[in-house]
């Protein structure tokens, strides 16, 4: 008698496959699939994008298991900088944040998977590339602190601000 396995009831009816390795053999629970899935910004910088890096930056956060939710190049404005990065705006360096912003496109990136947030903060590494973790971004890809290559929203809540501010709320539904 053959054997009836997952690659055989595949065969047969792959819907019932595709239902299975999502919700395994007991059936439906979305809940659970659900559970610590989270959606975050992450943007290739302006540095990194005249370096034609935007490929080997979005094809190592896909090798980490990310999923890539929306994606746009896009010039930034002033003002959506200057939004962006409100918390920063008494500081020394928010200008110069503010021009290298816009001074040529970026890749504004909407990444989803379980527990996105703190684990991209992993896989970027450190502001400093000098001070980064081999194998992170910013030690593969940054040219400095200051051209850092990516950024990456760093809590929950900031996730959910800078995606809406540039996806829109649609792009934190599942």
Same mark, same amino acid.
């Given at each position: 008698?053959?054997?009836?396995?997952?690659?055989?009831?595949?065969?047969?009816?792959?819907?019932?496959?595709?239902?299975?390795?999502?919700?395994?053999?007991?059936?439906?629970?979305?809940?659970?699939?659900?559970?610590?899935?989270?959606?975050?910004?992450?943007?290739?910088?302006?540095?990194?994008?005249?370096?034609?890096?935007?490929?080997?930056?979005?094809?190592?956060?896909?090798?980490?298991?990310?999923?890539?939710? /929306?994606?746009?190049?896009? *010039?930034?404005?002033?003002?959506?900088?200057?939004?962006?990065? =409100? @918390?920063?705006?008494? &500081?020394? +360096?928010?200008?110069?944040?503010?021009?290298?912003?816009?001074?040529?496109?970026?890749?504004?990136?909407?990444?989803?998977?379980?527990?996105?947030?703190?684990?991209?903060?992993?896989?970027?590494?450190?502001?400093?590339?000098?001070?980064?973790?081999?194998?992170?971004?910013?030690?593969?890809?940054? /040219?400095?602190?200051?051209? *850092?290559?990516?950024?990456?929203?760093?809590?929950?809540?900031? =996730? @959910?601000?800078?995606? &809406?501010? +540039?996806?829109?709320?649609?792009?934190?539904?599942?």
């Amino acid at each position: 008698m053959p054997a009836d396995g997952p690659a055989d009831r595949s065969r047969r009816d792959p819907a019932r496959f595709h239902r299975e390795s999502l919700n395994g053999p007991a059936g439906p629970n979305l809940k659970e699939h659900a559970l610590g899935i989270e959606r975050t910004l992450f943007i290739v910088k302006p540095d990194a994008v005249s370096r034609r890096l935007i490929g080997r930056i979005l094809a190592h956060v896909e090798e980490q298991g990310f999923r890539l939710v /929306e994606a746009r190049l896009v *010039n930034l404005t002033r003002e959506q900088c200057q939004e962006f990065y =409100a @918390e920063h705006a008494t &500081k020394t +360096f928010f200008n110069g944040l503010v021009d290298f912003m816009t001074s040529s496109p970026v890749m504004l990136t909407c990444l989803e998977r379980e527990n996105a947030v703190a684990y991209l903060r992993e896989v970027i590494g450190v502001t400093d590339p000098a001070e980064a973790a081999p194998g992170t971004i910013r030690k593969l890809y940054a /040219e400095s602190k200051f051209r *850092n290559s990516v950024h990456a929203s760093d809590s929950p809540a900031s =996730a @959910e601000r800078e995606v &809406k501010l +540039f996806f829109g709320v649609a792009a934190l539904a599942r």
